[in-house]
């Protein structure tokens, strides 16, 4: 069972409507792109459904197969368009509580520019 309590005022549910700004970078018919406000990476940039889902879970339960393929095209097209796809590039999707997701809005990162180290930090 999907998770599917969404809160309709976390801070992309806000940047979608317009309440809020962004530097956007690509919007698609199902996604949005915009810089990260804290970038991990010299390139760092969110792509989000323009669907209300809350996490990569959700998504992908109950998401029709049109919103799931505009995401992941604008996934693709994004890191394109930054010029991420020869040098290479890191895309994740932190979800739930142990996944250390802070905004309940499926959201991808892009993170490029440098190598990147290590996909999952040791344990403290
Ligand atoms: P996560 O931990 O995967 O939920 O990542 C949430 C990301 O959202 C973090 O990398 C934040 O820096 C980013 N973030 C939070 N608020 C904003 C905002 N207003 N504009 C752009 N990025 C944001």
Redesign the pocket.
């Given at each position: 069972m999907a998770t599917t309590t969404y809160d309709s005022e976390n801070?992309f549910a806000k940047?979608l409507r317009g309440e809020?700004p962004?530097t956007r970078v690509y919007e698609n018919d199902h996604a949005l792109a915009?810089e990260?406000?804290?970038p991990q990476a010299p390139t760092h940039v969110?792509v989000i459904p323009k669907g209300a889902y809350v996490s990569n879970d959700d998504f992908t339960a109950r998401a029709s197969d049109a919103e799931i393929t505009g995401f992941f095209r604008a996934v693709g097209q994004v890191a394109r368009e930054l010029g991420l796809a020869k040098p290479g590039y890191r895309m994740l999707a932190?979800t739930g509580q142990d996944g250390?997701?802070?905004?309940p809005h499926f959201?991808v990162?892009i993170c490029g520019g440098r190598v990147l180290g290590r996909m999952v930090q040791p344990a403290a």
């Open positions: 801070i940047i809020i962004c915009f990260d406000i804290n969110l932190n250390g997701q802070e905004v959201h990162h």
